[in-house]
């Protein structure tokens, strides 16, 4: 089946630095990607879209300076956290829709720790 | 825009039990929907989906869901629970839209008695 590889799975970073988070669908070329970002204990909010070779699109709330989406290729998008904060620190977690079959694929997630 | 609403935050059922968890969706058009399953800080795996067709799905693990438009609700069902079924239930709302981004209940967490 289609598999999703997200890395990595998990990252402690200081306060200030930059992050960057990878999400490849190995077997399928995925149209579409989507970022999401779960805090402990709730549920999955969706924080962009992305189309292989155009600008993501950000849901409302979500600061696009500070979550950088690049979906450069059919099979690679990255979510790099700017100048992160304790704040930020998060579960993130990544889905590749597989155009051929309308299938939604999710990556492991990354759970990033900012001191 | 579409929204998903799962009543129960917890539900607790002894092993060998029946499950039922629900989901109901608030959407303009036929939506697609779905069933994920959430281990402890793991990523999410596909129980079902509904696209089109028969209403009743069938799913990975014993699981099954059905659609009921009247209802605007899309159960998940198993006939006897197991207590490796322990985790939290996301049901998930697709949009028919170019983006076609999926939209998440708030989650049940299912516990299972010994």
């Known amino acids: 089946g289609a598999v999703v590889s997200q890395h990595p799975s998990w990252v402690i970073c200081k306060s200030g630095t930059s992050v960057k988070i990878e999400c490849r669908s190995l077997d399928f070329q995925a149209t579409t990607m ?42 690679l998008s990255t979510l790099t956290v700017t100048s992160a904060h304790p704040e930020d620190s998060s579960f993130y977690i ?9 299938g939604y694929t999710f990556g ?4 990033l720790t900012v001191v | ?10 539900i607790t059922v002894s092993e060998g039990a029946s499950l039922e ?9 036929t939506p697609y929907l779905f069933w994920y399953v959430q281990s402890p800080g ?9 696209f089109s067709g028969d209403t ?20 998940l069902r198993k006939p006897s629970v197991h207590w490796s079924d322990a985790a ?27």
């Open chain 1, 34 to 75: 989507f970022w999401y970002r779960q805090f402990p204990k709730q549920s999955l909010m969706l924080m962009a879209t992305s189309n292989e070779g155009s600008k993501a699109t950000y849901e409302q709330g979500v600061e696009k300076d500070k979550f950088l989406i690049n979906h450069a290729s059919l099979t």
């Open chain 1, 94 to 102: 990544c889905s590749a829709r597989d155009g051929g079959t309308y």
């Open chain 1, 108 to 111: 492991s997630g990354t759970r």
């Open chain 2, 1 to 10: 825009a579409q929204s998903v609403t799962q009543p129960d935050i917890h």
């Open chain 2, 21 to 29: 968890l629900r989901c109901n969706y608030s959407y303009g058009a």
């Open chain 2, 42 to 50: 793991q990523g999410l795996q596909l129980l079902l989906k509904y």
């Open chain 2, 56 to 75: 009743l799905v069938q799913g990975i693990k014993g699981f099954e869901a059905e659609f009921k438009r009247s209802q605007s609700s899309f159960n």
């Open chain 2, 88 to 114: 939290e239930y996301f049901c998930a709302v697709g949009e028919t839209n170019r983006d076609d981004k999926i939209i998440f209940g708030k989650g049940t967490r299912l516990h299972i008695l010994p």
